[in-house]
């Protein structure tokens, strides 16, 4: 017996992961892989893999479980708390792209529906791939991941209304205010039952059936809950996507989102790999050829437009010109969402075929090139800035800002200072510590809320890019005693560096960074002490694992010391003997811990410490007794044991196990 469907599923999957393979050798996500197969495969390419009506039904299970998946991440309270830089940023770079693309598509000729169609299509942008990238490149905490991901965030939620405006857009109706009303009625009844889903009755159920401890009635339960919600959109004459995007809305309140996100990924990376496909196998190679320079232009044009529209909305939120270039380029692809909002737009006729396979050859050439425009955008930017911009232009309107802010803030009189760049979680941290000791400081942090909140909190502030030497300069680091960099971005981390020993070689350089792979560099351009996050986590785990064996703390610091001495070379280079001296350290195989006296009716209560016998009975030492709020240390043979008390004692794993059980009767 043969099934049709398989033969499809297995030459799908292992054409693609051939050809991602491939394409990873060359640092490319595999998004473009399964885009290649498709094109390459499909019925436009060699025709290996047929169009079928089962492929495009296994694609829309795969929308359905990545509208799911982003349902889940958003949840309810983080939509109902999304700041400015979502709303404002996002809402700039979506209406200012959909309205530049109208206008150019209308200028083209094409009529005003199918030009602002084509503008919702043009503003949305990869989430998958930016986000993958900016991960890859440790950025996505860096000032311009943030408004990055804040504009992919705005994107993905404005989506939903787009699909659900597009019939109206289409004037399928005759009666369009009517159908708002019907539409808003319809919006209004859903968010009233994911409300009281998401709040009562979905974490009820699943806490029912977690108590069952099993895992495939767990995953059944989630599935589910979301293909009965996307069936439901569905019937009342809504997308399947957006009952998906709700059922993940419903599961995010859920204390048990974590378990179900995990469970659910598998199932979404498969079928979505299937989405992509099909949109590959869409694409028809012959019209990409004889109109290549079209889209050559085209694909120009769409990249250099969003990047532009994002870098001012980027700019409106006052974000410095790096920053914002950078986020442009960033965004400046046609994103999945848009293969998903087109197959809406082919349903209502706004959308043929010649429109359709331009809009498919333009928006995939722009993912295929976006991890070349990200990975190269710093590069472009500075480039840009130079060329743009003239150098005393540039250095004029930074020294006036710069005098006007270090003049507010009191920085031309400081020095042997302590300058902190980046006001994070580990900037925050040593500014307070700052604070607490008595030492002056300055804060540098390019983020204008992250610098509205230090100056909110009483810290001296320059607002600027610490890769800029008159920010620096600013910021007093020629005269500063010690300088911490603590900031997100690898590559201005490292900027940073060169440009604080450009201008000086006084100041003791202290970085913060998160991959090991740094250390090297950030050295040999002038660090004097670099602390990676991965292996100081290690070393604490360590240490508190050592500390329970009961190693002297004297030992321990000592072999602490050693480890951050070599920089770290000891954890570096495991392979390699000899780096750091072994330590012998004098485990013991003793425990410590505290046990709780329950009960008034168990046997020791109101015995004597010498009448019970501890020692003998469990091979336990007891060193202290806690009652109340003293701690009892001089303990006699006399002492009494007392209902409420806690025992602290010394022992074997086996023997303190054997006196816990005695206390629990």
């Given at each position: 017996?043969?099934?049709?469907?398989?033969?499809?599923?297995?030459?799908?999957?292992?054409?693609?992961?051939?050809?991602?393979?491939?394409?990873?050798?060359?640092?490319?996500?595999?998004?473009?892989?399964?885009?290649?197969?498709?094109?390459?495969?499909?019925?436009?390419?060699?025709?290996?893999?047929?169009?079928?009506?089962?492929?495009?039904?296994?694609?829309?299970?795969?929308?359905?479980?990545?509208?799911?998946?982003?349902?889940?991440?958003?949840?309810?309270?983080?939509?109902?708390?999304?700041?400015?830089?979502?709303?404002?940023?996002?809402?700039?770079?979506?209406?200012?792209?959909?309205?530049?693309?109208?206008?150019?598509?209308?200028?083209?000729?094409?009529?005003?529906?199918?030009?602002?169609?084509?503008?919702?299509?043009?503003?949305?942008?990869?989430?998958?791939?930016?986000?993958?990238?900016?991960?890859?490149?440790?950025?996505?905490?860096?000032?311009?991941?943030?408004?990055?991901?804040?504009?992919?965030?705005?994107?993905?939620?404005?989506?939903?209304?787009?699909?659900?405006?597009?019939?109206?857009?289409?004037?399928?109706?005759?009666?369009?205010?009517?159908?708002?009303?019907?539409?808003?009625?319809k919006m209004i009844i859903l968010l009233i039952l994911v409300y009281v889903l998401a709040r009562y009755v979905?974490?009820?159920?699943?806490?029912?059936?977690?108590?069952?401890?099993?895992?495939?009635?767990?995953?059944?339960?989630?599935?589910?809950?979301?293909?009965?919600?996307?069936?439901?959109?569905?019937?009342?004459?809504?997308?399947?996507?957006?009952?998906?995007?709700?059922?993940?809305?419903?599961?995010?309140?859920?204390?048990?989102?974590?378990?179900?996100?995990?469970?659910?990924?598998?199932?979404?990376?498969?079928?979505?790999?299937?989405?992509?496909?099909?949109?590959?196998?869409?694409?028809?190679?012959?019209?990409?050829?004889?109109?290549?320079?079209?889209?050559?232009?085209?694909?120009?044009?769409?990249?250099?437009?969003?990047?532009?529209?994002?870098?001012?909305?980027?700019?409106?939120?006052?974000?410095?010109?790096?920053?914002?270039?950078?986020?442009?380029?960033?965004?400046?692809?046609?994103?999945?969402?848009?293969?998903?909002?087109?197959?809406?737009?082919?349903?209502?006729?706004?959308?043929?075929?010649?429109?359709?396979?331009?809009?498919?050859?333009?928006?995939?050439?722009?993912?295929?090139?976006?991890?070349?425009?990200?990975?190269?955008?710093?590069?472009?930017?500075?480039?840009?800035?130079?060329?743009?911009?003239?150098?005393?232009?540039?250095?004029?309107?930074?020294?006036?800002?710069?005098?006007?802010?270090?003049?507010?803030?009191?920085?031309?009189?400081?020095?042997?200072?302590?300058?902190?760049?980046?006001?994070?979680?580990?900037?925050?941290?040593?500014?307070?510590?700052?604070?607490?000791?008595?030492?002056?400081?300055?804060?540098?942090?390019?983020?204008?809320?992250?610098?509205?909140?230090?100056?909110?909190?009483?810290?001296?502030?320059?607002?600027?890019?610490?890769?800029?030497?008159?920010?620096?300069?600013?910021?007093?680091?020629?005269?500063a005693r010690v300088i911490v960099v603590a900031i997100s971005d690898p590559r201005a981390t490292l900027e940073?560096?060169?440009?604080?020993?450009?201008?000086?070689?006084?100041?003791?350089?202290?970085?913060?960074?998160?991959?090991?792979?740094?250390?090297?560099?950030?050295?040999?351009?002038?660090?004097?002490?670099?602390?990676?996050?991965?292996?100081?986590?290690?070393?604490?785990?360590?240490?508190?694992?050592?500390?329970?064996?009961?190693?002297?703390?004297?030992?321990?610091?000592?072999?602490?010391?050693?480890?951050?001495?070599?920089?770290?070379?000891?954890?570096?280079?495991?392979?390699?003997?000899?780096?750091?001296?072994?330590?012998?350290?004098?485990?013991?195989?003793?425990?410590?811990?505290?046990?709780?006296?329950?009960?008034?009716?168990?046997?020791?209560?109101?015995?004597?410490?010498?009448?019970?016998?501890?020692?003998?009975?469990?091979?336990?030492?007891?060193?202290?007794?806690?009652?109340?709020?003293?701690?009892?240390?001089?303990?006699?043979?006399?002492?009494?044991?007392?209902?409420?008390?806690?025992?602290?004692?010394?022992?074997?794993?086996?023997?303190?196990?054997?006196?816990?059980?005695?206390?629990?009767?």
């Amino acid at each position: 017996m043969q099934i049709p469907l398989l033969k499809e599923i297995v030459l799908i999957l292992a054409l693609a992961v051939g050809l991602s393979l491939l394409l990873r050798r060359f640092k490319m996500p595999t998004i473009l892989g399964f885009l290649a197969t498709g094109a390459i495969f499909g019925p436009h390419g060699f025709g290996l893999v047929p169009a079928s009506h089962e492929v495009e039904l296994l694609a829309e299970v795969g929308v359905i479980f990545l509208l799911f998946v982003i349902g889940i991440e958003f949840s309810l309270k983080s939509l109902a708390t999304l700041g400015a830089v979502v709303f404002v940023g996002g809402g700039v770079q979506v209406v200012g792209t959909t309205a530049a693309t109208a206008l150019f598509a209308r200028l083209w000729g094409i009529d005003w529906p199918s030009a602002i169609f084509l503008g919702f299509l043009f503003s949305l942008s990869s989430t998958a791939i930016v986000l993958k990238l900016l991960q890859d490149k440790g950025s996505i905490g860096a000032p311009h991941g943030r408004v990055i991901s804040a504009m992919l965030i705005f994107q993905d939620v404005i989506v939903v209304p787009m699909i659900l405006v597009t019939p109206m857009l289409a004037g399928r109706s005759d009666d369009m205010a009517g159908d708002l009303f019907a539409l808003a009625g319809k919006m209004i009844i859903l968010l009233i039952l994911v409300y009281v889903l998401a709040r009562y009755v979905v974490p009820w159920v699943l806490d029912i059936v977690v108590r069952t401890r099993s895992r495939e009635l767990f995953i059944a339960s989630i599935v589910v809950i979301c293909f009965s919600t996307a069936w439901l959109t569905s019937s009342i004459g809504l997308s399947l996507a957006l009952g998906a995007f709700f059922a993940g809305l419903i599961i995010s309140e859920s204390e048990h989102r974590f378990q179900a996100t995990g469970n659910v990924l598998p199932f979404h990376e498969v079928f979505i790999s299937f989405f992509f496909v099909s949109i590959g196998m869409l694409l028809d190679l012959s019209y990409l050829w004889h109109h290549l320079i079209a889209i050559v232009l085209l694909t120009i044009g769409t990249i250099l437009a969003k990047a532009f529209v994002a870098a001012v909305a980027a700019m409106v939120l006052r974000y410095p010109l790096r920053t914002s270039l950078i986020t442009g380029f960033a965004i400046a692809q046609v994103g999945e969402f848009a293969f998903i909002l087109s197959a809406t737009g082919i349903e209502n006729g706004l959308l043929g075929d010649e429109l359709y396979q331009l809009f498919l050859s333009v928006s995939i050439t722009t993912m295929a090139l976006t991890p070349f425009v990200v990975n190269g955008s710093e590069k472009i930017v500075k480039l840009l800035i130079r060329s743009l911009i003239p150098t005393k232009v540039r250095e004029r309107l930074d020294t006036l800002s710069k005098m006007r802010e270090a003049a507010r803030a009191g920085l031309q009189e400081m020095k042997d200072h302590l300058v902190i760049i980046g006001f994070g979680l580990n900037g925050r941290n040593v500014a307070h510590t700052a604070d607490l000791a008595g030492i002056r400081h300055v804060v540098i942090e390019q983020d204008n809320a992250q610098a509205t909140e230090a100056r909110r909190l009483g810290h001296a502030v320059v607002t600027g890019d610490s890769c800029n030497e008159q920010v620096l300069s600013e910021a007093g680091v020629t005269r500063a005693r010690v300088i911490v960099v603590a900031i997100s971005d690898p590559r201005a981390t490292l900027e940073t560096v060169t440009h604080i020993r450009r201008l000086s070689d006084a100041p003791y350089v202290i970085v913060r960074t998160k991959h090991v792979r740094d250390i090297e560099d950030l050295i040999r351009q002038g660090a004097n002490d670099v602390v990676p996050e991965e292996f100081e986590t290690s070393i604490e785990i360590f240490a508190r694992a050592l500390r329970h064996y009961l190693v002297p703390e004297n030992e321990l610091e000592d072999l602490v010391n050693k480890v951050r001495g070599t920089h770290y070379q000891a954890l570096r280079n495991m392979g390699k003997p000899g780096l750091v001296d072994k330590i012998t350290l004098h485990a013991s195989d003793q425990e410590l811990a505290a046990l709780p006296v329950r009960f008034r009716s168990n046997e020791l209560v109101g015995k004597e410490l010498g009448a019970s016998d501890i020692k003998g009975r469990f091979g336990v030492s007891v060193l202290a007794i806690k009652r109340g709020q003293r701690v009892l240390t001089q303990l006699e043979p006399s002492t009494r044991i007392q209902p409420d008390d806690v025992l602290y004692v010394l022992g074997d794993a086996d023997g303190i196990a054997h006196l816990d059980r005695s206390l629990r009767v």
